[in-house]
């Protein structure tokens, strides 16, 4: 349809033999995740876009061998079903008609291998991102298939859950021996594990292909400048800001603060955060410790459970001083907030028009919004797709898209979940530089990550949180 776009490989020739490991890597928007979803047989049919060409799985068309993949989404979210946690995990074993004894068999040792201790009866509404990943990895295991196809499964993860996840898919593959297709940009968490690496270039045609050693070698910079994550190639972005001074006076701070979502317990109390005007901070600590219900809570999204949120005058600039009772149009110019999920906040029909959302409803004059929405789609690598769909972006460019649409209004503070989710190498360095320039020009970042190079790069100060109380680093 005119004005949409989706991921498109064009002339791929490619043979996977049984028990073979495979490495799949490309630039963001390359074709990633639709040849995992060609190969689960779920792409849809003709209203997905046009096919041609031959694709099959032990010898039959995709579609017709469903059962023999299992596919962990790049979004969980998506994944989530059933109300309760053993319920879900157990989905897909009911839907293949595995007897009931075996299917809940399968759901506890599915559930002991991704490390989510948690009873079977807990909500999958108070999952957080990563255990969500978990969970459908789960779910995917326990169907025991002939071919696992996981779209980046350790993307949200904190370093532990990442060690489990990569440890789980080892163990079912040797006691299974699957075939494997993995998508991932941090190449490294793999590379022990698979023995073949497959590159897609950024026009859907194949780039590379062989053993995984000489491929990541003999390629490195080739590869590296086509936005692959080679290991140990140096990223090119300025060093961290340097800390704030002691004392220097916050744009925003919480005392005595209570988190939680609605109707949920309280995750936290009695926190006091600061964040100095002008300042880089990283919030990091383990999935589940609710770095993202606190970011929402700062950033006047959710109510604090107890305590207070307070703006100073220089953010408040004359409405209230807690962001919480502040109108949308307040908080465009104060406080923008980046969801961990980014289509949780698209509202428009195509990119543009979605960079144009929050200049327009300032009021900006159309050439002057214009003008913003231009620079952010060079800056952000997102020109080409200015007339597509949001919902049909890869995983990575509607990342970009939702920070974009953020920046767009240029707040005083900017709160960012997990920012770096589904980027290549060059999108990555690109928006490090975008937001170290923010910082400079004087705009207040606050970033949830568990990406250590993101930390390296913009971690001048840091809260952990997942203690009795947040313990806050500055760096020298």
Known sequence: ???????????????????????????????????????????????????????????????????????????????????????????GCENLGVPRDETWRRVAAALEAVGLDLPLDHPTSRLSGGQKQRLALAGAIAMRPGLLLLDEPTANLDPDGVAEVREAVGRVLERTGSTLVVVEHRVDVWLDLVDRVVVLGRDGRLLADGDSDEVLAERRAELAAAGVWVPGVPLDVPDAPDAVSEGTAPILFARDLAIGRPRTPVLHAGLDVDLPAASSTVLTGP?????????????????????????????????????????????????????????????????????????????????????????????LRLDHLAAANPFTLSGGEARRLSVGAVLATRPDLVILDEPTFGQDRLGWIELVRLLHELVDAGTTLLSVTHDAAFRAALGARRIELGLARPRVESLP
């Open 1 to 91: 349809h005119a004005g949409r776009r989706r991921a498109a490989l064009d002339g791929l020739d490619l043979r996977i033999h049984a028990g073979e490991r495979v490495l799949l890597l490309g630039p963001s928007g390359s074709g990633k995740s639709t040849l995992l979803h060609a190969l689960a047989g779920v792409l849809g049919g003709d209203d997905e876009g046009e096919q041609w060409g031959e694709l099959r799985i032990d010898g039959r068309r995709a579609p017709d061998a469903r059962g023999r993949a299992g596919l962990v989404l790049q979004d969980p979210d998506s994944q989530v079903i059933l109300a309760r946690v053993g319920d879900d995990v157990a989905f």
């Open 287 to 379: 999935n589940g410790a609710g770095k993202s219900t606190l970011a929402l809570t700062l950033g006047g999204l959710l109510p604090p459970r107890g305590g207070a949120v307070v703006a100073t005058a220089p953010l408040a600039r004359g409405v209230a001083d807690a962001p919480v009772r502040w109108r949308s149009r307040d908080l465009l110019t104060r406080i923008g907030t980046v969801f961990q999920e980014p289509e949780h906040q698209f509202v428009a029909a195509t990119v543009r028009d979605e960079l144009a959302v929050g200049p327009r409803a300032l009021g900006l004059a159309d050439a002057e919004a214009a003008a913003r929405v231009d620079e952010i789609m060079q800056r």
